[in-house]
């Protein structure tokens, strides 16, 4: 199993659809477990669940960054 893929998978499905995003902040083991449709293991999943919270910090942050450039465009 590629776990990058698996990661950007629930990215793109998270940032996709707000009733998504939503049970993510509430359970997001059961979110991502509901995604990929599999049962993984604790270390596995949580894994994977580190791994999307950093990259929807990192799109949310890289997002403010470019706002901010655009005011001085």
């Not at 049962?39 to 950093?54: C, H, M, S, T």
């Amino acid at each position: 199993m590629d776990i990058k893929a698996k990661i950007e998978e629930v990215v793109k499905k998270v940032q996709a659809d707000p009733s998504v995003a939503s049970n993510f902040e509430k359970e997001p083991v059961k979110t991502v477990e509901g995604i990929i449709g599999v049962d993984l293991p604790d270390d596995v999943i949580n894994g994977v669940v580190d791994g999307v919270k950093a990259k929807l910090s990192a799109d949310s942050a890289s997002g403010i960054v470019d706002k901010v450039k655009g005011l001085f465009s």
